[in-house]
């Protein structure tokens, strides 16, 4: 299966802005769409975006839409999230997977103060 690590994440202000990196080793990663997800304490994952395995199609959840944007490099085999106009409630752990791996690495924290 392809490997994933998370990075990227640290504590903003509200309304700052941060990069998140997937890298991906393991099975070539351009066989695979990929997403990012993320999940506060005590509440589920919830799904945030998504890109196909080309890169040519993305699709939002609707609290992020306008805001984050997702993009791959597959001759480098990253992911990324650019996350813009952040708000506290974005405050989470932030995963990205490909699609059909059914396990989850460690993530990397955001925090965004008010």
């Known amino acids: 299966q392809v490997q994933l690590v998370e990075s990227g994440g640290g504590l903003v202000q509200a309304g700052g802005s941060l990069r998140l990196s997937c890298a991906a080793s393991?099975?070539?990663?351009?066989?695979?769409?990929m997403g990012w997800f993320r999940q506060a304490p005590g509440k589920e994952r919830e799904f945030l975006a998504a890109?196909?395995?080309?890169?040519?199609?993305?699709r939002y959840a609707d609290s992020v839409k306008g805001r984050f944007t997702i993009s791959r490099d597959n001759t480098r085999n990253m992911g990324y999230l650019q996350m813009n106009s952040l708000k506290p409630e974005d405050t989470a752990v932030y995963y990205c997977n490909a699609k059909g791996r059914p396990t989850w690495g460690q993530g990397t924290q955001v925090t965004v103060s008010s």
């Open positions: 393991g099975r070539i990663f351009s066989s695979y769409a």
């Open positions: 890109i196909i395995r080309g890169g040519g199609s993305t």
